[in-house]
Structure formats: structure tokens, C-alpha cells
């Protein structure tokens, strides 16, 4: 049994160059950290877009090709109260000027869990697949596949696939060479995706990709 219920995005641009030091600094060691104590908080993961992985996307939409990176909190029911504690939260944070304000938000929100797998190799169970470390992961907005056909990709060690009314989006988590998985993830991609593009696992203090 899954707990998670919902994965919460955020895909984001930071709207001032010199601000990406600044942005990572605030987001990792203070804005993240506050939110896992929410009771319906299961777990945060944010990657970034490096020069490279921009580089090297399939599919980039008007809406998110400005983006340098991209935030998954997986949340659990009840959800109505998740996302009221996880909002009032936010602006709480805004009310006490612990928020970055050089940022941009270009699609946010909660989208359903919809289906998740594992590669058989790595063991684990699928619910467990956010939780293992991993180099980077692979985000499609757009993309019709299941998840099992994403972990038969060299190099993935699971998928979970959201979705909402509007639009359906897959993660990819790569334990193998996020290159050549992405460029195999990326060749399957549909034809009119709005996003598709390999994003690396951030470590603290090492948030040079922009310098």
C-alpha cells in the first residue's frame, strides 16, 4: 500500500541570474526542511536543469521551456488538509520574509497519483522508488507512456506517473548514466509533449551549474 496520494509540482525559473546561489541556499536549508514536519508531508525531492540538460531536452513548451528546475513534495489523504496546512504554510513564510522572492512558478499544483513501477533489477518495491538515491530523473509533461515501459530504459530504477484534469506527467528516477538515459527516454517522447528533459540530483553547497 502506497501512502503517497499526490505529487505536488512546482516548475520553476529563477528570474534573476545572479539569484541561483541565493535561490538554492534558501530553498535547500530552509524552505524544504520546513515543510516535512507538515503531518501529510511524506517526502521533497527538487532537481535542476543544468546548462547541459537544457541543452539536451526533447520537448520544451513556451509555458516551461524558462525553467532552471523542478520540485515534487509527495503528499498524503487527507488531502484537502494537506494542501491547506502545505498553503498556509507558504504564506506564513511570505509573512515573516523567509521566501525568495527572484523566482517564478510557471505550473504548480497538485496532480494525482496515477500509476508507478520499478525495475525488476534494483528489487525495491515501486512505493519505494523516490526514496533510493539516484543520479537525476527524467520529467515528461505530456506523455501518455506507463511507467513499466519508462523502467525497461537503461539506467531507470523506477517511474511514477500524475496527472490532474489537464495534463499527465511521468518521473523517471535514473541510477545509471543520466545522459544516455535521457537521450533513450527522450526518443520515445510523443509528438506534441510540452516537456520532456533529464534534471540532476542537487547536493548541498555544490550549486555552481550557473556560475
Request: aromatic residues 12%; proline residues 7%; charged residues 20%.
Amino acid at each position: 500500500m502506497n501512502k503517497v496520494a499526490v505529487g505536488f509540482f512546482s516548475f520553476t525559473e529563477v528570474t534573476d541570474p545572479a539569484e541561483h546561489r541565493a535561490y538554492n541556499e534558501w530553498h535547500q536549508l530552509d524552505h524544504m526542511p520546513e515543510q516535512f514536519p507538515l503531518p501529510g508531508i511524506v517526502y521533497g525531492q527538487r532537481w535542476v536543469s543544468t546548462p547541459a540538460c537544457r541543452a539536451a531536452r526533447a520537448a520544451s513548451s513556451d509555458l516551461l521551456d524558462p525553467i532552471h528546475y523542478v520540485t515534487l513534495y509527495l503528499m498524503a489523504e487527507p488531502i484537502d488538509e494537506t494542501l491547506r496546512d502545505f498553503y498556509a504554510l507558504g504564506k506564513h513564510l511570505h509573512e515573516v520574509d523567509r521566501f525568495h522572492l527572484h523566482r517564478k512558478a510557471h505550473l504548480s499544483g497538485p496532480f494525482r497519483l496515477d500509476a508507478l513501477a520499478a525495475a525488476p533489477r534494483v528489487l525495491i518495491s515501486a512505493e519505494a522508488v523516490p526514496y533510493r538515491p539516484h543520479r537525476g530523473v527524467y520529467v515528461t509533461v505530456g506523455d501518455a507512456r506507463d511507467p513499466a515501459q519508462l523502467c525497461a530504459t537503461e539506467g531507470v530504477a523506477g517511474a511514477w506517473a500524475f496527472a490532474d484534469t489537464e495534463r499527465r506527467i511521468t518521473v523517471a528516477w535514473v541510477d545509471g548514466d543520466l545522459n544516455a538515459a535521457g537521450a533513450a527516454l527522450g526518443a520515445g517522447v510523443p509528438t506534441g509533449a510540452e516537456f520532456a528533459g533529464a534534471f540532476e540530483t542537487i547536493t548541498p553547497w555544490e550549486w555552481d551549474w550557473f556560475d
